[in-house]
């Protein structure tokens, strides 16, 4: 699979006020990025930032690099953006090193533009700066997306809002990076965009900055493989434990290791349901605990998600 990710983050500005955590955020998201949890590699990055006099991003050599990332035919072209942001009347800019004026950065309908022409399979914009949440949208005032198949828009705030900072890193690349790490991940240890906005949306209170998540997709798109948080083999005895999505498998004590009478094959089985409830996929009937149910000879049964994880595997798709 071809992965390409152009990774950008500006504190040096000639005409404007400095940043002082861009930078830092680009390298720590282009390290999430470059490889999965097993250490295999995940991206093909491209790193630009912007330090100082000797080493701006100016707005050239920006616009070439969005141009190049977009211009393959990748399974997925990624691009993040920490730094300032601009937006008046005909739309929105990231600023680079050496823009006089805010609009005389890279427009954001400009970029929109080359991810919506782009072939590559899936082109996702990650923008950590303010007003960044009219990407996508034709004029400020115009609340709708104009994105095609295949280009998600995640943004740290919304249009009218600044992005916040806290200790000396952006609050919305923070949440990035931990979902990247494992914090949005599913059963499988797959991380997708859309459970990465739901980090970032579910880790914000309602009077703090707001991430925007536009989205127009017909595939399934992995951003990174984790450590999933139960054994597939495991995760794939769902099936086996339990003949239908509604059954309750009856327990008694010999599931119990230590119980009068423990059987050891039940004892297996019990070690599974006891990972499966770590992870919301079983619950005992009738007892606060499985060791209780066991005992009790109550019985378990599938979560709402354990029955969707449950179909899943009935339909062959994991």
Same mark, same amino acid.
Request: negative net charge; proline residues 5%.
């Given at each position: ?5 152009? %990774? ?14 861009? %930078? ?6 282009? $390290? ?18 912007? &330090? ?9 050599? !920006? ?5 190049? !990332?977009?211009?393959?035919?990748? @399974? ?20 680079? #090193?050496? #823009? ?17 022409? $782009?072939?590559?399979? $899936?082109?996702?914009? %990650?923008? +950590? $700066? ?11 005032? +115009? ?6 198949i /295949?280009? &998600? ?10 992005a ?5 890193? /952006?609050?919305?690349? #923070?949440?990035?990076? @931990? ?8 059963l499988?240890?797959? %991380?997708? *965009? /859309? ?9 914000? /209170? =309602?009077? @703090? ?5 536009? &989205? ?5 798109t ?30 008694? *004590?010999?599931?119990? =290791?230590?119980?009068?009478? *423990? ?8 070690? @599974? ?11 005992p ?9 066991a005992?009790?000879s109550? #019985? ?19």
């Amino acid at each position: 699979m071809s992965r390409k990710a152009l %990774v950008v983050g500006i504190d040096h500005y000639a005409h404007a006020s400095p940043l002082f955590g861009c %930078v830092n955020d680009a390298h720590v998201v282009n $390290s999430a990025l470059e490889r999965h949890a097993d250490g295999t590699r995940n991206f093909a990055t491209r790193l630009m930032t912007g &330090t100082g006099d000797a080493s701006p991003v100016n707005r050239r050599e !920006l616009r070439q690099a969005a141009q190049e !990332l977009f211009a393959g035919d990748d @399974d997925i072209a990624l691009f993040y953006f920490a730094g300032h942001g601009y937006i008046e009347q005909v739309g929105g800019y990231l600023i680079c #090193s050496d #823009s006089e004026d805010g609009n005389d950065g890279l427009s954001l309908n400009e970029l929109v533009a080359m991810a919506n022409e $782009s072939k590559a399979k $899936s082109r996702i914009i %990650v923008l +950590d $700066s303010c007003h960044s949440g009219i990407a996508g949208n034709a004029k400020p005032n +115009d609340e709708h997306a104009t994105i095609n198949i /295949g280009v &998600t828009i995640l943004t740290a705030s919304t249009l009218k809002q600044y992005a916040a900072e806290k200790d000396g890193s /952006g609050l919305f690349t #923070s949440l990035f990076v @931990d979902a990247l790490n494992g914090g949005a991940a599913n059963l499988l240890g797959e %991380v997708t *965009p /859309g459970a990465v906005y739901a980090h970032i949306d579910q880790s914000l /209170g =309602p009077w @703090d900055q707001r991430p925007l998540f536009k &989205t127009n997709v017909t595939t399934f798109t992995s951003l990174k493989r984790v450590q999933p948080p139960i054994a597939l083999d495991t995760l794939k005895k769902l099936r086996e434990y339990f003949e239908s999505p509604g059954y309750e498998l009856p327990l008694d *004590p010999s599931f119990e =290791p230590d119980s009068p009478l *423990p059987d050891e094959r039940n004892n297996e089985i019990f070690a @599974d349901l006891q990972e499966m409830v770590k992870v919301n996929l079983v619950r005992p009937v009738g007892e606060a605990h499985m060791y209780f149910a066991a005992m009790n000879s109550k #019985s378990c049964r599938l979560t709402v998600l354990g029955e969707h994880y449950w179909k899943l595997l009935d339909a062959d798709i994991i």
